[in-house]
């Protein structure tokens, strides 16, 4: 990856140029944070100190208690085992929805660039429409569809549901990156006899790295934050952890715990968060890798 | 507490239950939003008294929105062909689903349990759909009540509740020239509607409420009266401070309790936040029925019993209906919940100064034939027309409409919901 | 693309195998079939459904026209397509700004690059279900950024947008840009990693100042990233739903309703399925007005 400065490193008006430089970055960096700065704070307060100060400001006394509750004790309907089951319910959804949606974005990717047909790309762009269809409107014939397959209220119908509506940006994606690998490899290996998923397997995917990091990151961001499908596709005990979240929070006319709410709140982000943060990096190197390309 | 709590409910139900209790299991699946706290507490009572007679208590819990994220699961629950057996459901929205032939009639459990003769006549009509039970109702909720801090009233010499509405812009106004919020308000639409419904009571009376807003009469949605009562609406405004967006109804009771606004205008779910703070009623803070011209606005939450196949599920249900109209579960509920029974004749030793006066005035409502149901509790029209007057008069109050254009905006808005 | 040399060694080398022709076809058909179902068949049920009277549940009884009658004569209706224009113009316009900005900034060699990217990056990570409570307190008067700057001795500093109906909907595209701009920042610095540099030693020979170098050089080298960020962000913008109901819960009113909140409140609060539908049909021709042109271009670009 190269790296270039335009503003360099010369003379003293440069030097107050990269100071202003890192403030204004500095600067954005709080503004982004403020939101997280005060949910973590929050959530260390006591009841107490919420309901009789202000909102916005830091904890005279750390407390981890409302992080205890939040995991193990909240009630959540009748069940107060915290939202810690619940963060099981949405690995158990979340992770063959990611892993089915991708694979079969980059095999589907793979189809439509290096194995061009008739219709390839009106395929693809009508599929593509696929992610731009707003969910509430497939609520309900979805519904039905997962009735008679008899699929209602299970796992594997909202994991059936994630991948039907994630194959359209992950096929995008990996479409994206195809399209920029060179069709000689490709044709050089079918002239050596490589099949269809040989060359997928042993060729196309180790090159694809990057945007399996990109869509991996994208669909597990998107399935995990989901609240829509999984109110109306999962019953109770099995709801995914954005369920059982809502019911800590919005509570209609019960009393307000913040400090538990806001606790939930991180705790259930925090897969999403992690990622991020561990595979940033990647993030943007597989950014350049597909989508720059365009 | 909570165990032994429910302990001793459950024993005291399966007492009163006992010719049932040899026969009873079966299982049912309840889909509420009552999910934290209070509620959950009280969900919880339910809970163990089911299972104490040996019945599966399957539990599906999905807040937001009030109601709104459960009621789009259950219609993704209904069109997939698996509804629950019990729903929380209210007001017109049974009628609703009992008009698609959804809801299951538990007519037996009601006459063995003479629900007509115990039931407010007004909350019998609801529960019914053709004159057959559907649903079973848990608990009133009154929503006219003004909650008050005596300290902040004093101050200005206040302490008698008022009873006409121009008392009470005396008293805001008061307040207000003394430096003191007069109103907590938050900006959800519906405690718009709440404060306007109230003042719909106050301002008409209970006949012009049951005219204009139950009936739609046109003459009476358009009259003098309508524009009176946006009147008081816009005064309303007046009275309460600028931060009133995005605060939730929870954070508006705490205003008052912490000194910062003189009263609030909600239903007596608000005690709840009071009690969770320690504070008594009469000395810590007053429960003043709203001017309201002798009517009493109506809530209560009620659970609706859909179609299931299977005796067991069947059987689950006839027992949870017939649980939650047992007079000592409705006794253990309510102290929880913090409303008073929808039964009329169970006693109220034990419950607060608040619920007490609530179950008076309730018992002259009905005999005067001034009890209404609320508007903005879902309780008194279709959800279709409810949105209606949930639009126009959160409109009206979140900016300089005219009382005459939002009379007219309103007569039009339910002429095209009637066009359907 | 240069197609006919390959093409006739394929022929030559594959003609033979009939199964290895037709996988590709086999692997894409069903998924291809899927999408027919799941994405046309029920955008088809859903135009359906708005010529009928549909309330609670859908109900097959055609209407006509009566439910769009309907829908343009109802005053949110017309609140809810103005919010979108102004939200979806000024979260577009925003994300971009900050983004290419960000990623301009972040692209002079900095120290501790990648985490003030992760800072940068991280509102991508969470829905608006967990951030949307701590949003309310920022943005509300009387406890957040208001109180604060006047209690630092600014004592008429004024920051109500949230009360204010005419203003409510800006704080809603902050919300949104605060959310999306990392995304953005990450596709042009992206962008900008793949510009070579000779490029832009070159343009230093010349003389050209930092402005001018990314204005007239950098920038246009990264074009495609333009027109992907803008469809990404659309996208976001039609799609908009946790954002409004996190925040501002539609209101004050419904000044801040949009056509996805508002298909919303009427097919699961109101129970108007078929005027629910009816705008359903509104923002998916909307839809299409954006992605039709664009995947032509996409499409016939690659032919090229």
């Known amino acids: ?294 | 507490m909570t165990s032994l709590k429910a302990f001793a409910i459950a024993s005291a139900v399966a007492s009163v239950m006992l010719p049932v209790a040899s026969l009873a299991d079966g299982t049912v699946e309840v889909l509420h939003w009552w999910t934290s706290g209070g509620e959950a507490k009280a969900v919880g009572e339910l809970k163990s008294a089911f299972e104490a007679q040996g019945g599966t208590w399957v539990d599906s819990p999905i807040a937001g929105g009030g109601g709104d994220a459960a009621m789009t699961a259950l219609r993704a629950r209904v069109v997939a062909g698996n509804p629950p057996s019990a729903v929380q459901l209210k007001g017109p929205g049974i009628q609703e689903w009992a008009q698609q032939g959804d809801l299951a009639d538990i007519n037996d459990v009601a006459t063995s349990g003479k629900w007509d003769s115990v039931l407010p006549p007004v909350l019998a009509t609801i529960m019914k759909y053709k004159g057959d039970y559907v649903a079973a109702p848990v608990n009133i909720h009154r929503v006219d009540w003004i909650w008050a801090n005596p300290q902040l009233l004093a101050k200005v010499g206040v302490t008698a509740a008022p009873t006409t509405w121009d008392e009470f812009n005396a008293v805001a106004d008061k307040l207000k020239a003394a430096g003191i919020t007069p109103l907590a308000n938050g900006s959800d639409p519906w405690q718009d509607l709440t404060l306007w419904d109230v003042i719909a009571l106050g301002v008409g009376g209970p006949d012009f409420y049951k005219k204009a807003i139950i009936d739609l009469d046109p003459a009476q949605l358009t009259g003098d009266t309508m524009i009176k009562v946006f009147d008081q609406m816009r005064r309303m405004r007046g009275y309460v401070d600028a931060g009133y967006a995005g605060r939730s109804w929870d954070l508006a009771t705490r205003m008052v309790m912490n000194g910062e606004a003189a009263m609030q205008i909600m239903g007596d779910w608000a005690k709840g936040e009071f009690a969770a703070a320690g504070k008594a009623p009469g000395k810590d803070f007053l429960c003043w029925p709203a001017p309201n011209q002798g009517g009493y606005i109506l809530n209560s939450d009620s659970f609706a019993f859909f179609k299931v196949t299977g005796a067991d599920k069947i059987k689950g249900q006839k027992v949870l209906a017939g649980l939650v109209m047992a007079p000592d579960f409705q006794r253990a509920f309510n102290l929880a919940k913090g409303s008073i029974p929808a039964r009329t004749d169970v006693p109220l030793d034990g419950f607060d100064t608040c619920a007490q006066k609530s179950h008076e005035d309730l018992l002259a409502a009905i005999s005067g034939d001034k009890l209404v149901p609320s508007l903005s509790q879902e309780m008194a029209i279709s959800r279709s027309y409810r949105g209606e007057f949930l639009d126009v008069v959160t409109q009206f109050y979140n900016s300089d409409m005219s009382s005459a254009d939002a009379v007219r905006q309103l007569a039009a808005a339910v002429a095209r919901v009637k066009a359907q | 693309m240069d197609r006919t040399a390959p093409e006739r060694i394929r022929r030559r080398f594959v003609i033979g195998n009939l199964l290895e022709r037709w996988l590709p076809k086999l692997v894409v058909s069903p998924l291809f079939a899927a999408s027919l179902v799941f994405v046309y068949g029920f955008i088809a049920w859903t135009i359906y459904i708005s010529f009928t009277k549909s309330g609670v549940l859908p109900d097959y009884t055609l209407v006509g026209l009566s439910q769009y009658l309907r829908l343009w004569s109802t005053p949110r209706w017309y609140v809810a397509l103005q919010n979108l224009l102004v939200f979806s113009s000024l979260f577009i316009g925003g994300c971009m700004i900050v983004g290419m900005l960000l990623a301009i900034l972040l692209d002079q060699r900095i120290r501790a690059e990648g985490a003030i990217r992760t800072i940068y990056l991280y509102p991508m990570a969470l829905s608006f279900i967990v951030t949307g409570t701590a949003w309310k307190w920022i943005l509300n008067p009387t406890l957040g950024i208001e109180t604060f700057v006047r209690g630092l001795g600014y004592p008429d500093f004024s920051f109500d947008w949230l009360v204010d109906p005419h203003f409510a909907i800006y704080t809603v595209v902050i919300a949104g840009v605060w959310q999306s701009s990392g995304y953005v920042m990450a596709l042009f610095l992206a962008g900008l990693r793949s510009v070579d540099d000779e490029i832009v030693r070159a343009a230093a020979i010349d003389g050209a100042g930092p402005v001018r170098t990314y204005a007239t050089i950098i920038l246009p080298i990264v074009r495609p990233v333009f027109l992907s960020a803008i469809i990404v962000l659309a996208h976001i913008s039609i799609k908009s739903y946790d954002l409004v109901v996190a925040l501002t819960g539609g209101g004050p009113g419904y000044a801040t309703d949009l056509p996805a909140t508002f298909m919303y409140a009427y097919a699961f609060q109101r129970s108007e399925l078929g005027l629910a539908a009816a705008s359903a049909v509104m923002m998916l021709m909307t839809v299409m007005a954006i992605i039709v042109p664009y995947l032509y271009s996409e499409l016939r670009g690659r032919r090229r």
């Open chain 1, 1 to 294: 990856m190269s790296r270039k400065g335009i503003v360099r490193r010369r003379g003293a008006g440069q030097a107050a140029l990269r100071l202003l430089l890192y403030a204004v970055l500095v600067l954005f960096c709080l503004v982004y944070l403020l939101p997280l700065v005060i949910m973590v704070s929050t959530s260390l307060k006591s009841l107490g100190e919420i309901r009789t100060g202000s909102l916005i400001s830091l904890p005279t006394q750390v407390s981890l208690d409302a992080w205890l509750k939040a995991w193990g004790t909240a009630c959540v309907g009748v069940r107060c085992k915290g939202i810690a089951p619940y963060m099981w319910n949405s690995v158990l959804m979340v992770v063959p929805a990611v892993l089915i949606s991708t694979l079969l974005g980059a095999v589907n990717g793979y189809a439509l660039t290096k194995w061009r047909f008739r219709g390839a790309d009106v395929i693809f762009a009508l599929m593509l429409f696929g992610a731009f269809i707003p969910f509430q409107i497939v609520l309900l014939p979805m519904a039905r569809t997962l009735g008679l397959f008899g699929l209602a209220g299970t796992t594997w119908g909202l994991v059936l549901v994630h991948t039907v509506y994630g194959l359209a940006f992950t096929t995008l994606f990996f479409r994206n990156f195809f399209v920029s690998v060179s069709d000689g490899i490709v044709q050089a290996a079918k002239i050596d006899g490589a099949g269809f998923f040989p060359i997928f397997f042993k060729l196309m995917l180790p090159m694809a790295v990057p945007t399996i990091v990109v869509t991996v990151i994208w669909q597990f961001t998107n399935i995990w934050n989901d609240f829509l499908f999984g109110s109306a596709f999962t019953v109770g005990d099995s709801n995914p952890v954005t369920v059982a979240l809502n019911n800590i929070v919005a509570t209609s006319t019960g009393v307000k715990e913040y400090n538990v709410d806001m606790a939930a709140a991180i705790i259930a982000g925090l897969p999403t968060l992690a990622v991020y943060v561990l595979a940033g990096n990647y993030f943007v190197r597989g950014l350049a890798a597909g989508a720059v390309k365009g």
